[in-house]
């Protein structure tokens, strides 16, 4: 079965600094990995999803993320955190077919100034 | 890009009560859609696939009975929570494929259910 795990539940960063926020999955095949951010009380915005090719995806706001397939992992990276970047980032893995998404627990970014 | 709204987005209710949320593709056809289901600071479960015209499939867990789901049209699904009880207060997203060769998920954002 599918599961993602988000080791860190909160993370706080200076404005300014650089951010990683680790994603591990478990798929017995080829992975459909995404990140996603949600703020408070809002829906889930994509910001950058990996299907193929190169490991190192670029997505919006910034924000990449690096697959690997040794590790299992698909953290994601920022390498100047702004203030309007706090928020909860859920880490989803998906099948290739079905297309249901198991999305992680979360990690809550909070932003120091 | 897609767009995905849902409808109330709060609402709160008397225990016994039915709700109806509403989720729409504005501006693409979405032959499947998600329900998801999140409790605070929980992430998101699915409850859900709702695929149009035909009946949804659940989840293990997932009382069909309760979490009526309806897909009538290639835009609209339709999750109504029966006889509500404040257990079932939550956050409620749906998400709705996009189509192509991975479907993307696109996600509403989310009807606020306080039953009281």
Redesign the interface.
């Known amino acids: 079965a599918q599961s993602v795990t988000q080791p860190d539940i909160h993370i706080t960063v200076s404005e300014g600094a650089s951010l990683e926020l680790r994603c591990n999955y478990s798929y017995g095949a080829t992975p459909y990995l995404f990140w996603y951010v949600q703020s408070p009380g809002q829906g889930l915005q994509l910001l950058l999803k990996y299907f193929s090719g190169d490991t190192l995806v670029q997505g919006i706001k910034g924000f990449e993320a690096e697959f690997k397939r040794s590790q299992s992992s698909f953290n994601l990276r920022k390498p100047s955190v702004h203030w309007s970047d706090a928020a909860e980032y859920f880490c989803a893995v998906g099948a290739i077919y079905g297309n249901k998404l198991v999305f992680g627990a979360g990690t809550i970014l909070r932003v120091k100034s | 890009g897609a767009v ?1 709204s ?1 409808h109330p987005s709060w609402v709160i209710c008397k225990s016994g009560t039915s709700v109806k949320i509403e989720c729409r593709s504005l501006d693409f056809q979405a032959t ?1 859609m ?1 329900w998801y289901r999140q409790f605070p600071k ?5 409850m859900a ?1 709702s695929n149009e015209g035909s009946k949804a499939t659940y989840e293990q867990g997932v009382e069909k009975d309760k979490f009526l789901i309806n897909h009538a049209s290639l835009t609209l699904s339709t999750l109504t929570v029966t006889s509500a009880h404040p257990e079932d207060s939550s ?1 409620y ?1 749906c ?1 709705a ?1 996009s189509g192509g060769a ?9 009807t ?1 259910l306080t039953v009281l």
Do not use: H, K
């Open positions: 995905v849902q499947t998600f929980q992430s998101l479960m699915l696939t956050f997203i998400s494929l991975f479907n993307e998920q696109f996600f509403g954002p989310g606020r």
